[in-house]
């Protein structure tokens, strides 16, 4: 079953017209449908993960793809405040809401390995704030 079934999902408007804003949405989407095929798609195998509350780091999309079971809760929705593309760099921005009525907040810093639309991610560094 698809984690994001009934899951109501609000993005900003006129996300559309940069196409690596939707990648970056896509990608944050598929990391909450833990859909492995489009993380593997988007994302080099080399690619390193900072956790910057947790100051951990998992290298490689094998270790990143690993830990996509680890959340189990229910989600309910996730609001997507913002997403900002400039060159190979790309931040997005928003909350996820779980069933238990905890909330997490969270801002994506992504480097890409070119600033062309076939790049692919080569560092996350994760601001997460669970409430």
Do not use: H, Y
């Given at each position: 079953m698809d984690p994001l079934t009934n899951v109501t999902m609000t993005i900003p408007k006129g996300c559309d017209?940069?196409?690596?804003?939707k990648i970056v949405i896509d990608l944050i989407v598929a990391f909450l449908a833990k859909d492995?095929?489009?993380i593997r798609t988007n994302v080099s195998e080399s690619a390193v993960w900072i956790n910057i509350a947790t100051s951990e780091e998992l290298r490689g999309v094998d270790q990143?793809?690993?830990?996509?079971?680890e959340n189990d809760q229910q989600l309910t929705d996730v609001q997507v405040s913002f997403v900002i593309t400039h060159g190979k760099f790309a931040s997005i921005d928003g909350i996820v809401h779980y069933q238990d009525d905890s909330a997490l907040y969270f801002c994506e810093v992504l480097?890409?390995?070119s600033a062309s639309n076939k790049g692919v991610v080569k560092e996350m560094k994760s601001y997460h704030v669970l409430k």
């Open positions: 017209n940069a196409p690596r804003k492995e095929d489009t990143i793809v690993s830990r996509l079971d480097t890409f390995s």
